[in-house]
C-alpha cells in the first residue's frame, strides 16, 4: 500500500476528531431576558468544557504533526505498520469520548485516569510506530542513528509529561490538569529535530 493512502486515512482521522471537539462544547443556556450577570454565569458554566476543547485540540494538533513528521521519511509500509497506524486511529478517535468525560468531571481523579491513558495509547503508539518504521527498514536513508533517536527522544519526553499529569491527577486533581495543560507546550520547544529537518532543506536547496 502506499504510503499516501496511510497519511490521506489518518488526516482524515485527526481532523473529524478535532471538529468533534468543539460539537461537545455546549452553548450557554440563557433566560430570554439575560443580564449581564447571567451571561456571565453561563459562559463560566461552559470554561470546563471550552478548556477541555482547547486542551484535546493542541495534544491532537501535536500528534498529527509527529506522525507528519514521522512520513516524511518513511519509504515503503509493510503489514504491521498499517496495524500500528490502526491502533493509533482507535487511540485517537477515542479522545473526544475521553475529553468530554474531562469536561464533566475536572476533578474527579477517574477522568483524569481516563484522559492520561487515552493520550498516553497515542503516544505509545507513536513511539512504536516510529521504532518499527526504523528497525524494519521502512525509513529512508537520510534518517541516521542519530535522528532516530532524537525523535524517541521527542516522543518519550511527551508519554513522560502526560504519566506524570496522570499519576498526579488521580491524587490532586488541579495539579494534574495544570500538567495536562502544560504537556502540549514542550513541543514549541527547540530540538535536535527541527535542526536536523534544517540541515535536510539545506541540502535539498
Given at each position: 500500500?502506499?504510503?499516501?493512502?496511510?497519511?490521506?486515512?489518518?488526516?482524515?482521522?485527526?481532523?473529524?476528531?478535532?471538529?468533534?471537539?468543539?460539537?461537545?462544547?455546549?452553548?450557554?443556556?440563557?433566560?430570554?431576558?439575560?443580564?449581564?450577570?447571567?451571561?456571565?454565569?453561563?459562559?463560566?458554566?461552559?470554561l470546563p468544557a471550552v478548556g477541555s476543547f482547547a486542551?484535546?485540540?493542541?495534544?491532537?494538533?501535536?500528534?498529527?504533526?509527529?506522525?507528519?513528521?514521522?512520513?516524511?521519511?518513511?519509504?515503503?509500509?509493510?503489514?504491521?505498520?498499517?496495524?500500528?497506524?490502526?491502533?493509533?486511529?482507535?487511540?485517537?478517535?477515542?479522545?473526544?469520548?475521553?475529553?468530554?468525560?474531562?469536561?464533566?468531571?475536572?476533578?474527579?481523579?477517574?477522568?483524569?485516569?481516563?484522559?492520561?491513558?487515552?493520550?498516553?495509547?497515542?503516544?505509545?503508539?507513536?513511539?512504536?510506530?516510529?521504532?518499527?518504521?526504523?528497525?524494519?527498514?521502512?525509513?529512508?536513508e537520510e534518517v541516521t542513528p542519530e535522528v532516530a533517536?532524537?525523535?524517541?527522544?521527542?516522543?518519550?519526553?511527551?508519554?513522560?509529561?502526560?504519566?506524570?499529569?496522570?499519576?498526579?491527577?488521580?491524587?490532586?486533581?488541579?495539579?494534574?490538569?495544570?500538567?495536562?495543560?502544560?504537556?502540549?507546550?514542550?513541543?514549541?520547544?527547540?530540538?535536535?529535530?527541527?535542526?536536523?529537518?534544517?540541515?535536510?532543506?539545506?541540502?535539498?536547496?
Open positions: 500500500m502506499e504510503s499516501r493512502r496511510i497519511e490521506a486515512l489518518v488526516d482524515g482521522v485527526f481532523a473529524i476528531a478535532m471538529v468533534l471537539l468543539v460539537l461537545q462544547v455546549p452553548l450557554p443556556e440563557l433566560p430570554a431576558a439575560p443580564t449581564p450577570e447571567a451571561v456571565i454565569d453561563s459562559l463560566s458554566a461552559v486542551l484535546s485540540f493542541l495534544v491532537l494538533g501535536t500528534l498529527w504533526m509527529g506522525h507528519h513528521g514521522q512520513f516524511r521519511h518513511i519509504r515503503r509500509v509493510d503489514r504491521t505498520l498499517l496495524w500500528l497506524n490502526l491502533l493509533l486511529l482507535l487511540s485517537v478517535a477515542f479522545v473526544p469520548f475521553a475529553t468530554v468525560f474531562l469536561a464533566r468531571y475536572p476533578l474527579q481523579p477517574a477522568a483524569l485516569v481516563v484522559y492520561g491513558a487515552t493520550l498516553l495509547s497515542c503516544g505509545l503508539l507513536l513511539f512504536v510506530h516510529w521504532s518499527h518504521a526504523v528497525g524494519h527498514g521502512c525509513v529512508g533517536e532524537a525523535v524517541r527522544e521527542r516522543l518519550s519526553m511527551g508519554m513522560v509529561a502526560y504519566l506524570l499529569a496522570t499519576l498526579v491527577g488521580a491524587f490532586a486533581p488541579k495539579v494534574g490538569l495544570l500538567l495536562f495543560a502544560c504537556a502540549p507546550f514542550l513541543y514549541m520547544l527547540p530540538s535536535r529535530i527541527d535542526a536536523a529537518m534544517l540541515e535536510e532543506a539545506a541540502l535539498e536547496e
